[in-house]
């Protein structure tokens, strides 16, 4: 019986996302070979191209792949925060520290940004921005972060240093050192939205 064809090119195009994935995080994309992965999938480089264009839009959506599985895990961690301000920093910091995988370091911080450019222009940081600014629009309304705070500049510039954050520790030759002294320097960054009580009254 013949598979409906929508199953097939849902499943040649798994193939080909697997097959790349793991030629881009064991050996990277420059030496990743079109040929090599496209065979280890059992298709040609016509289907290749027919799904993804190029080995470019390839990394795209192994990238758009591993993207998914991090919000999912940064989601995991903190949802188990025990305040809404402690929810937002786990989030960031969950993240910046992902760039301890070695999967994640070589293809979302290494090649990623050096084959597509800047993370912050990704199809994915909109939605990152977004989710951020009602966060951080929310902490506003309950006083938590300073009223002067614009919710969406503050994101911008909140995705943006998370993004170098994780690039750092990604290029860095001790990663694990980098990623203790960025994320204690972000975290000192994010301290800086709160509200200071009010002076008590002589």
């Known amino acids: ?27 990277g994309y420059a030496q990743a070979s079109m040929d090599d992965f496209t065979a280890s999938a059992g298709l040609t480089r016509g289907a290749l191209y027919h799904h993804f264009g190029d080995k470019k839009g390839l990394l795209q959506a192994v990238i758009a792949e591993i993207d998914g599985e991090m919000a999912a895990h940064v989601n995991e961690v903190a949802s188990r925060a025990p305040t809404r301000w402690q929810h937002f920093v786990d989030e960031c910091t969950t993240y910046i520290e992902m760039a301890l995988e070695p999967e994640i370091q070589r293809i979302m911080f290494r090649d990623g940004p050096a084959v597509l450019g ?15 600014t009602g966060h951080l629009t929310t902490l506003q309304e309950e006083g938590v972060v300073v009223p002067s705070l614009d ?28 990623s203790k002294k960025v994320v204690t320097a972000f975290k000192q960054l994010l301290e800086g939205l709160l509200k200071k009580p009010d002076p008590q009254p002589n």
């Open 118 to 132: 800047d993370p912050a222009q990704w199809p994915n940081a909109n939605a990152c921005i977004a989710s951020m």
């Open 151 to 178: 919710p969406e500049t503050a994101s911008r510039l909140i995705n943006g240093a998370s993004s170098q954050a994780a690039q750092r520790i990604a290029n860095s030759s001790d990663p694990e050192a980098t």
């Open 1 to 27: 019986m013949h598979k409906p064809r929508k199953e097939m090119i849902a499943e040649t195009r798994a193939k080909l996302i697997a097959a790349a994935r793991h030629a881009f995080g064991t050996i």
